[in-house]
Structures are given as structure tokens and as C-alpha cells.
């Protein structure tokens, strides 16, 4: 640090910049922790904006209440996936970043002024393409596909955006090298350090993408470039548009790792292995994108093999090896606390009032269980020619995005609100149910999605019945059943996360100050010594007795085998050999 302040006026002024947290230990940098709380804020307003719009289209597609005519319909879907797909996510994931750099490093923020470059480039992006949809002539949904054409306004705006998160990945990237030089922690970074660096390095590659097709697109609709082809835009577009989900599976992991430790000391069972996992993901993960693909003609069978092969196994193996290891460390943390009888009382025995490991809980089981299966399902090219262009992606989707990474976002400001707020968490009772009733609800809303899907209901239609159309179609009613489910499962979610803005806004503008003692809700100070180890230090849970996990994977083995094997049987059906 005297590297950086010299004299006694600059050691004094950069004391000055940091605060001690009561609970972890950890220094807290000013800086760092304004702009935390500046992109938070930003991502839950457009959180709560994207999921009122989302209602609607479920409300839409809900063939008994049918709220929308198809152009309102368009709008508000455009309008929903560029809110929540990009703008609610992106906001938070750079608010894990500060965090994940400055804090549990114990380090400044690096250039924070460039820092407030990237909020204000993001929020101005995020504005303009919003307006630009809501005028009404940019109802080209999230993919904008060409040659449908949006106004100038929504291309410059995603583009501005996707520049300020850039920044703001530099800004974290920094930081880290200052944290290093200044040696503000020992050995290899924090698990979770890593976890954040993996989804920045994902981010960059996601950016790059965005800023190919993005730009050309955005001067082919000022009319400077005559044509754009469809497939290549397709092809470069999805590396944008899927990879940044992949920045969203890697930042919610590191956050289940954060949550484990903050709420139980709960560490890895071994950190070498959890590290190999996320380097899978920036290896391999992007491959995924390829199955929005696999039934384009334009493209070779060579290229969709390769893509949907051996390589994008590792990408899923990187998932399964979390899957395994979060729940283990987590049982590793309660079998020392004493909770050894049987095989699951660490299970029954965890905090499920606290809203932070609950939420977390749930978003793991949801993710493995609905969106990791239904995404190698996905990925498979004989299988996805069932699946493409139906209602079984954004099914997939929703139970990576929602009930994965939203659910794993909301369960961390739990920890958030009194650790960098600094305000003591409001209506604690309604947040003991919050993640509750948003995780059943999104893991409702995915999986009617995929069960209508797989009757074949189409993915963007605003009418399942064809009712404007020169031809008809009749689904089965078994389709109208889950869309009507998927209807009444949306609203579950939103009240479900209505209730998240409703505590995070109320506890930022009135909830009770923390005192120096630490928050009294959801952790304690008394947990001080435990946290501030497994947050901030190298290290392993130290076992490998952990009967209960054990248990849990064999469950999602044989689910992930006899659903894997039921769509081939599909298959079959629809392609009878003989």
C-alpha cells in the first residue's frame, strides 16, 4: 500500500477510503461499494420492469385469458427478454464483479472513475433500447433476427450498453492485477474470486461477439450497408446471445460457492477441482450456443457434430462437477457442526428460514434438475429437431436465467443489503418466503414451457389456436392444460418477485441502519471467524464421508439417464426405421 500513498496525509486519506466489515472482516473499499450498490439498484429496477412484462406474456399465451392483440404481444416480448435477458443480469453480474475483486480481496477498486464511465454507458444503452422498443417500431424480440429490421435507436443502445459492461470487466480485470501487486491477500485468489473472473473472461468473448454483428446490423439499418446475410448474422449473434448466459451460469456458481461460505463456512471439498470446472467453462461453454443451430441448413454437419460432441460434454462436465461439489461442501459444513445422524439430517437441519441459503438451495436444484438436463437434451442434434422453435426453449431457459441465475442473485442480496447497504434486511418474514415462492413458481413457468414444447407448440406464435391464420393447426389439449399452468405458475412467480423488490427497495431507503456489532439478519456476527476463513483463505472441507450427496447424485444420474432415453424414444416415433 505505501506504494501508493506516500507520506502521512496519503496513508490517512487511503485508511480513510475503507471501512472493516463486522462480519467477514474483510476491508470494504468506498468506491467499490457505491458503485455495488449504483449497479444493483439499476438491476433490480429493470428486474422488476422485464418481470411485469413477463406476465403479461404469460397471461397472453394462457389461452383463457389471452391479455394481448399480437402487436401489443411482439412489444412486450421484445421488451421482456432484452429487460431480464440483459439488462436486469448483466447490472448485478457487475456488482458480483466489484465485489468478488475489491471486496474479498481486500483491495481498492481500480480507476473508479472509469467505473461510473461503464454504469453511465450501460444505463444510457439500457434506456435507449427500451424507448426505441416502446415506440413501437423495434418489435424485433431479443434474437432480432435479420432481415426484420429495428429502428437505429435499439442497435446504438444495446451497443452502448455492451461498451459499458466491457469497462466494467477492464475495471475488475484491474483491480485484480492492483490486489496482486499490493498483495492484499495471500496464495491463488478465492474460489469465488476465480468464479468471477471466469464469467469476465466469458463476458469479454460474449462482447466481442455482439460488437461483430451488432455494429454492421446497426449501420445496415441507417441504410450505409445494402444486405446482411441471415445465417452468418444468426451464427455470430448467438455467440453474443447464448454465451451471455454462460456469463450468468459461471457468475451464479461462484455465487453459490459465496453464500455456502458466508452463511455456513461451508469450502469446497477440494478448490483444484472446482477451479478445473469453471476453466471447463471458458474452454468450452460456448459451444452450447451451437444447439440455437442445429437445424439451419446453411450450416455443416461437420460443425453441428463437432459442436454437439465431445467438447460440449466437457462444458456439462464442468457443471455436474459443481453440481456435486457445492452440496458437498455444504454437508461437509454441517456434518462438523454436529449434524451427523443418518444421511440427510445436514439436509433437514440447514437454515431453510434464511432467505440466502434457501434461495440458493433451490436455485441449484433447479438449475441441475430442469436446466442442465433439458440443456443437454437441447444439445443433442438429433434430439433438438423436436425441440427447435417450440415453447421447450425459453423453457430451458427460464430454468437456467430464472430459476437459476435470478433465483441465485436474489438469494445473495439477502447478504448484500446488510453486508454492502448496510441496512438491516426489512419484512423479514416476507423474505423467508420470497425465494420460496418465486423458485416454485419459475420452476413451474420452465417446466409447462418444455412439457407444452414437446407437444410441439410453437416457440414465438402470439395465438395457439391460429385463430388470424389462412391455415389452421389443432395442438393437443394437453397443450392448452400447460400453458394455463404455466399461466397461474407466473403469477406465483411474481408475486414472488414482487415481494424481492418490495424488501430490497424498502430495506435500502428505510431499513434500520447496521450497527458496528454486524446485521442481525441473515447472519451474525458470531459467524465472524468461520466466514472471514472460508470467504477470504485457500482451503478444502477436508472429507470425503458425504453420504447425502452422495445420494442427491445418484438421483440426478438416473433422472438425467431415463429422460435423456425417453426422448429418444420420441425420436424414434417420429422416425420409424423398417
Known amino acids: ?35 455495488i450498490k449504483a449497479n444493483a439498484v439499476a438491476a433490480v429496477v429493470f428486474l422488476a420492469i422485464g418481470g411485469f412484462l413477463g406476465l403479461m406474456v404469460a397471461l397472453t399465451r394462457w389461452q383463457g385469458v389471452h391479455l394481448l392483440g399480437p402487436d401489443a404481444f411482439y412489444l412486450v416480448l421484445t421488451a421482456h427478454g432484452i429487460n431480464v435477458l440483459l439488462l436486469w443480469i448483466i447490472f448485478f453480474e457487475v456488482a458480483v464483479l466489484y465485489f468478488a475483486s475489491a471486496v474479498i480481496l481486500n483491495s481498492r477498486l481500480a480507476t473508479p472513475q472509469m467505473g461510473w464511465v461503464a454504469f453511465v454507458l450501460m444505463v444510457l444503452g439500457a434506456l435507449a433500447t427500451n424507448w426505441a422498443v416502446l415506440q413501437g417500431d423495434s418489435s424485433v424480440m431479443f434474437t432480432s433476427y435479420v432481415p426484420m429490421q429495428a429502428s437505429p435507436l435499439f442497435y446504438l443502445g444495446l451497443i452502448l450498453f455492451a461498451v459499458g459492461a466491457l469497462i466494467a470487466c477492464f475495471v475488475f480485470l484491474g483491480t485484480l492485477v492492483i490486489a496482486k501487486e499490493e498483495k492484499t491477500y495471500e496464495g491463488s485468489i478465492p474460489l469465488v474470486t476465480f468464479g468471477a473472473l471466469t464469467a469476465a473472461i466469458i463476458a469479454i468473448f460474449t462482447i466481442a461477439s455482439g460488437a461483430i454483428i451488432l455494429i454492421p446490423t446497426f449501420l445496415w439499418s441507417m441504410g450505409y450497408i445494402r444486405h446482411i446475410d441471415t445465417v452468418m448474422y444468426k451464427l ?3 455467440g453474443m446471445g447464448h454465451s451471455s448466459q454462460q456469463i450468468n451460469v459461471s457468475a451464479h456458481v461462484a455465487i453459490w460457492y459465496l453464500i455456502g461460505a458466508l452463511v455456513l463456512g461451508a469450502k469446497p471439498i477440494s478448490e483444484k477441482v472446482s477451479r478445473l470446472a469453471f476453466f471447463f467453462y471458458i474452454l468450452f461453454l460456448q459451444l452450447a450456443s451451437a ?15 463437432f459442436n454437439t460432441s465431445y467438447a460440449m460434454y466437457l462444458a456439462v462436465l464442468g457443471s455436474m462437477i459443481h453440481g456435486m461439489t457445492v452440496p458437498g461442501a455444504i454437508e461437509a459444513a454441517q456434518r462438523a457442526r454436529g449434524y451427523t445422524n443418518g444421511i440427510f439430517e445436514w439436509l433437514r437441519k440447514a437454515p431453510w428460514d434464511n432467505p440466502a441459503f434457501a434461495g440458493m438451495f433451490l ?10 438436463i433439458s440443456g443437454v437434451v437441447l444439445g443433442s442434434e438429433q434430439l433438438n429437431i423436436m425441440m427447435h422453435n417450440t415453447l421447450y426453449v425459453p423453457g430451458h431457459f427460464h430454468a437456467t436465467v430464472v430459476a437459476g441465475t435470478t433465483l441465485a442473485f436474489m438469494a445473495v442480496t439477502y447478504l448484500v443489503l446488510p453486508l454492502i447497504f448496510r441496512r438491516e434486511v ?3 418474514k416476507l423474505a423467508k418466503w420470497q425465494p420460496y415462492l418465486f423458485g416454485i413458481g419459475a420452476g413451474g413457468i420452465s417446466l409447462f414451457m418444455m412439457g407444452a414444447g414437446t407437444l410441439g407448440v410453437s416457440r414465438r406464435h402470439w395465438d395457439i389456436t391460429f385463430s388470424d391464420a389462412a391455415l389452421g393447426f389443432d395442438y393437443p389439449g394437453a397443450a392448452f392444460l400447460m400453458l394455463g399452468l404455466n399461466g397461474f405458475f407466473a403469477i406465483l412467480a411474481t408475486v414472488g418477485g414482487a415481494l424481492y423488490v418490495i424488501v430490497t427497495v424498502a430495506s435500502v431507503l428505510f431499513g434500520e441502519r447496521v450497527g458496528p456489532e454486524g446485521p442481525k439478519t441473515p447472519i451474525s456476527a458470531a459467524q465472524a471467524a468461520v466466514v472471514a476463513a472460508s470467504v477470504g483463505k485457500y482451503g478444502s472441507a477436508g472429507t470425503l464421508h458425504l453420504p447425502g450427496t452422495y445420494v442427491l447424485i445418484t438421483v440426478f444420474f438416473v433422472s438425467f439417464v431415463l429422460y435423456y432415453f425417453v426422448n429418444w424414444k420420441y425420436l424414434s416415433e417420429l422416425w420409424p426405421m423398417g
Not at 444447439?291 to 457434430?305: D, I, N
Open 1 to 35: 500500500m505505501a506504494a501508493v500513498a506516500t507520506g502521512a496525509g496519503g496513508l490517512a486519506a487511503l485508511a480513510a477510503r475503507f471501512r472493516t466489515c463486522p462480519v467477514t472482516g474483510l476491508k470494504v473499499d468506498a468506491a467499490a461499494e457505491t458503485l
Open 236 to 238: 455470430v449473434w448467438w
Open 291 to 305: 444447439h440455437h443451430m442445429l437445424v439451419e441448413p446453411g450450416l455443416s454437419a461437420e460443425w453441428k457434430v
Open 363 to 372: 436455485s441449484l436444484v433447479l438449475f441441475g434438475f430442469l436446466g442442465g
Open 426 to 428: 426489512m419484512f423479514p
